[in-house]
């Protein structure tokens, strides 16, 4: 456990130790090891630190602050909705915890539980917070008396902690993990329904537009929606070299299940009491581990501009006889200009290494643009912008720095949400029976299949289905459902089909 | 079945406002209120009639009467501090208390609060080149215990974790009371050479220390903060870097909260455990008592000998590094509460306050109604774009009279009245909040938006310094200069803050403490010119140091 004997010899993230033999710094590829590679891009990437504590994560700066970004967003789309923050305490009293039984059957197996303080025991162990429902709803049961106390409307930005072990995954699947957590509430079931899908429509883009990452959305099945809630829908997104479904943010109507459990309720306009709607909605870093997963190459990350701490990387090519100097006074002047055109850029002026060794880490790092300033650059009062999402390069006036480079940053955020798109889009497979079904799977393709919507039928798909590579299970009914001809069978049970639904293994 | 959640009895939270260390009892027992009445039914009782002058036509029109002083539920600052602050912090719907005993529900109003803390800080922190990042909140035992007197300091209040997904844990974890231990562990394999170097990060994050005593936002079991942590390669830089953060921490203190906090050096008895230095801002308390409202640490080399955190200098030396920590947590809230307030309940500086403006539309008939309700919504509307906080109280359940009382108690600096006669006029009236009665109301401030914004900008602005300019004479008018001990006990027992010229030794320190119940708060930066001896051994000072009781 001591600090200094653990360092890492390679991989640990440090500059100096990106393997400049190859410029890569990669020891793994992205197709050949995917689950290698994202460990290691990861951590040289300079996102994460691993910790000593299994599935417990360093956030480092660059990781940070692409979830400030969203936040930033998603913050100030919420407040427009009149949702408030608010703060509730990480630590759960076991009472409340256990009064939803649906909900805690689904969580008591990942809690955490403080059971001394300093010396001495706790009389009763206390739980740390894997969700906040059952921290929250006693006092909305308090605060909310008549109907003009509504909608109740609060959103809180914390940590939360889920005691698994199955296979932690940096991101993705973590024992801490960072999320906002929307917890409302409402006089009529419509008032419900319309807000969780409002909120499901900012998940979507946080996704699209900012990740750059193609998500479908749609409503869980049964067996698969939030423990104790009414139902759950969901962004899904899905990840190609895996031939895995994620699921990104859910956005739950709980019905009144939870408002009977803590007696939510009020006194409506007639006088009568009647109980609250309510709703939960969540997003977490998770969203950071699938643009890395989705988005990631051979050289490290890729950042979609909108999300990336830096968005331009400025980069001086000084050759031995040229003006140095001149190049470097270039370089600041290129930055200044971008950074007060509200871009965010950086010049590395570093002298110790070289412009290569500069690009590698760069690009490890996925900063979206490159802009190179060599001595034939400043001779024509121009710039060499390269982009990480497709290497192709540009020479660019200074004269039309800031709408130039405005552009391409504009361009490449698209091209990564088209490419991922595209590749997402060449995974489904639509399949009407069960031998197909199976074949598609093995193809590791995300499958949209006609469906009875019976519980005992996704049960019974589970089980056939299991093997090394975990069962596949329903992904979502997606929103946009194709026509569905009369007499469609069931590709589990063949029985008349209700729908069409996504299915593949999943995160 | 709501009883099945208990809530903890308020004695366990209102109770002790002194250091735990502290050995004195001289508080004597606290006039205790209801817990805190629902929401909205809370507050219907807490207007008192008194400001609902001949304007207001409420009592004209039959609606229903405001209740009278009689059932106020907010105690008066002047007879009781802490049951005052309790009753402010329900019926201004700030906070709630937790369901575990000494934590705390942070309601949107005292959050938003914390968010103008946050904003102000977190620009400050980039500007001066810090990295926000994210450390577990799991820390491995074996950490804390490396830095000897760290772990001393901090180990009788540690949450520990020994259960994790039904499994007993094979070592035990703290929940975090402060992250210096796991930040070394990993500084330690970030940092290779003097090129590394100056390392600066800082996390907002919640931190849990499980204290005997607690109040509402001073003292909790969890708590929200702000921790700063950065590596230098010398002495000097991690000096400057400690000294530059309390200063931000004194500007945002003086400039965004108003509050006159005095900056100095921590005594040896009083500084953190595991730092050479520890500065301070110190705020003095509507009950005089202070506060310690910020601190910053020169941790010098002590954490990194304990984790090894060394770089390769320009020599090429394996060197140590030079370190600093700094922290602001959700207990300022509780100082903005404490210095302003009034009988009335809070009053909120216009650089924090969550509403900085609040319009109340008056009307009497229901065709004025239409009238007054569109011209207050065009006026929320200029004030809105004009970057303010503005709340419209449009709401037709409660009358005028009502609404005054109930912002006011919010502390909502400014007030906009609009009648039909106002209407008529194209006029408002205005009221502030840190001037009560008619002395503090304005009439015929014109509607237009331009001359309109203006006024209520240049409003909120002599607010700001009115409520600082109040909070330094009630500060000086409450720190006596003091030579002898005699005289330190006198200013102590009158609830004063002494100054004197200090040299002595810890174990006088601590006897001061026995003694009076007072800490050396710090030496203050600002020290006064010429020669100085010791108050308690007359022996020659350096330094004056300011004495008094603390939250």
Request: charged share 25%; net charge neutral.
């Amino acid at each position: 456990m001591a600090g200094g004997e653990k360092k890492k010899s390679g991989g640990g993230g440090k500059k100096k130790e990106v393997k400049k033999e190859t410029g890569l710094g990669l020891s793994f590829t992205k197709d050949e090891n995917f689950g290698e590679w994202y460990s290691e891009v990861v951590v040289n990437g300079e996102m994460i630190e691993y910790y000593d504590i299994s599935g417990c994560y360093i956030l480092r700066p660059w990781a940070m602050s692409i979830w400030e970004n969203m936040q930033t967003f998603f913050d100030a789309e919420i407040k427009k909705m009149k949702v408030k923050n608010c703060y509730f305490p990480l630590f759960v009293s076991p009472g409340v915890l256990q009064k939803e039984k649906d909900h805690i059957e689904g969580f008591a197996p990942e809690v955490a539980w403080v059971t001394k303080s300093g010396e001495s025991d706790l009389e009763v162990p206390i739980a740390i917070r894997p969700t906040s429902e059952t921290v929250m709803y006693p006092y909305y049961s308090k605060w909310i008396r008549g109907h003009r106390d509504l909608p109740l409307k609060l959103n809180q930005w914390c940590n939360v902690v889920r005691w698994e072990f199955s296979n932690p995954t940096p991101f993705i699947r973590s024992r801490e993990f960072l999320w906002q957590e929307g917890h409302t509430a409402f006089a009529t079931k419509e008032e419900a329904d319309t807000e969780v899908l409002q909120i499901l429509e900012l998940y979507r883009r946080i996704y699209e537009e900012f990740l750059a990452i193609p998500v479908t959305k749609g409503r869980k099945s049964e067996l698969e929606k939030f423990a104790g809630g009414l139902y759950t829908t969901s962004v899904e997104a899905f990840i190609p070299n895996t031939g895995r479904g994620i699921q990104g943010a859910t956005s739950h109507c709980l019905g009144q299940n939870f408002a009977k459990m803590f007696e939510i309720n009020f006194e409506n306009e007639k006088g009568e009491k009647s109980m609250v709607w309510q709703n939960s909605w969540a997003y977490s870093t998770r969203t950071i581990g699938v643009m890395v997963m989705v988005h990631g190459d051979n050289k490290g990350l890729v950042l979609p501009p909108k999300v990336a701490a830096l968005q331009v990387i400025v980069i001086p090519v000084p050759y031995k006889d040229a003006d140095t100097q001149g190049i470097f006074d270039a370089c600041a002047a290129t930055v200044a200009t971008l950074s007060d055109a509200g871009i965010r850029a950086e010049a590395d002026l570093r002298e110790n290494y070289s412009p290569g060794w500069k690009y590698s880490n760069w690009e490890m790092k996925g900063v979206p643009l490159r802009i190179e300033i060599g001595p034939r650059d400043l001779a024509n009062n121009q710039v060499r912008a390269v982009r990480r999402d497709n290497g192709e390069k540009t020479d660019i006036s200074r004269v039309f720095l800031v709408e130039q480079v405005k552009g391409m940053l504009d361009k490449i955020q698209q091209n990564l949400f088209d490419v991922a798109k595209q590749k997402r889009d060449a995974c489904i497979e639509v399949v009407k029976t069960w031998d197909k079904f199976v074949k598609a799977l093995g193809q590791k393709k995300l499958i949209l299949a006609p469906w009875c919507d019976e519980e005992e039928v996704e049960k019974d798909v589970k089980t056939r289905t299991k093997g090394e590579m975990g069962a596949a299970k329903s992904l979502c009914t997606p929103f946009e459902q194709p026509e569905l001809p009369e007499g469609t069978k069931c590709f589990a049970s063949g029985k008349p089909a209700k729908k069409w639904t996504y299915w593949g293994r999943s995160y | 079945m709501v009883s099945s959640l208990r809530l903890p009895a308020l004695t366990s939270l209102i109770s002790p406002s002194f250091t735990r260390r502290s050995t004195v009892s001289l508080r004597r027992r606290l006039h205790l209120r209801p817990p805190l009445a629902a929401g909205f039914s809370a507050q219907s009782a807490a207007s008192s009639p008194t400001e609902t002058e001949d304007r207001v036509d409420s009592k004209k029109s039959g609606r229903v009467q405001d209740r009278g002083s009689t059932d106020r539920v907010i105690t008066p600052r002047s007879q009781d501090f802490n049951a005052w602050y309790i009753d402010v912090i329900a019926n201004a719907e700030l906070a709630d208390y937790g369901p575990v005993r000494g934590t705390m529900v942070i309601r949107p109003y005292g959050y938003a609060m914390w968010e103008a803390i946050q904003d102000y800080l977190n620009v400050k922190f980039k500007e001066t080149g810090h990295s926000n990042m994210y450390f577990p909140q799991f820390i491995p035992y074996s950490f804390i215990e490396k830095e000897a007197s760290h772990v001393e300091g901090f180990s009788p209040e540690l949450a520990l974790v020994t259960i994790g997904g039904g499994k007993e844990l094979e070592e035990k974890l703290v929940v975090r009371p402060t992250s210096e231990t796991i930040v070394n562990h990993m500084f330690t394999q970030w940092i290779h050479s003097y090129r590394d170097l100056p390392l600066m990060i800082n996390q907002w994050a919640n931190v849990t220390r499980w204290e005997m005593r607690t109040k509402p936002f001073v003292r909790t079991l969890e708590f929200l903060w702000q921790e700063g942590h950065t590596a230098h390669a010398t002495l000097e830089e991690a000096e400057k870097e400690a000294l530059q953060m309390i200063d931000v921490y004194t500007k945002f203190a003086y400039e965004q909260a108003a509050i006159p906090v005095i900056a100095g050096r921590k005594s040896k008895v009083e500084t953190f455990a595991g730092a050479d230095k520890t500065y301070t801002i110190e705020a003095m308390m509507g009950d005089r008592k202070a506060l310690q409202a910020g601190t910053s640490h020169n941790l010098g080399q002590n954490f990194s000998r304990a984790f090894g955190t060394q770089f390769t200098d320009e020599n090429g030396l394996r060197q140590h590094v030079w370190q600093t920590s700094w922290a602001i947590s959700t207990r300022f809230v509780g100082g903005i509460i404490m210095t302003h307030g009034d009988d009335a309940g809070l009053m909120l500086p216009p650089r924090i306050a969550p509403i900085q403006v609040v319009i109340v539309p008056i009307w009497k008939k229901v065709d004025e109604k239409t009238g007054v309700l569109d011209a207050a919504s065009s006026v929320a509307e200029t004030l809105k774009n004009a970057g303010l906080k503005v709340k419209l109280d449009d709401t037709d359940q409660r009358t005028p009279g009502w609404k005054f009382n109930f912002w006011e108690m919010k502390g909502v600096p400014l007030r906009i009245e609009i009648g039909p006669r106002d209407v008529s006029s194209g006029s408002v009236v205005i009221s502030r909040r840190d001037i009560p009665g008619k002395q503090g109301k304005v009439f015929g401030i014109s509607m237009e938006p331009s001359i309109l914004e203006a006024y209520v900008k240049d409003r909120l602005d002599e607010i700001q310094s009115s409520l600082l300019q109040r909070a330094i004479s009630f500060r000086d008018s409450n720190i006596v200069d003091v030579s002898s001990y005699e005289e330190l006990k006198e200013a102590i027992s009158l609830g004063k803050w002494a100054r004197g010229p200090w040299s002595a030794s810890d174990a006088d320190e601590l006897r001061i403490k026995e003694e009076t119940g007072a800490t050396i708060r710090c030496f203050p930066f600002e020290q006064p010119q010429g020669t100085k001896a010791c108050l308690m051994t007359g022996k020659p000072a350096d330094e004056v140091a300011i004495f008094a009781k603390c939250y």
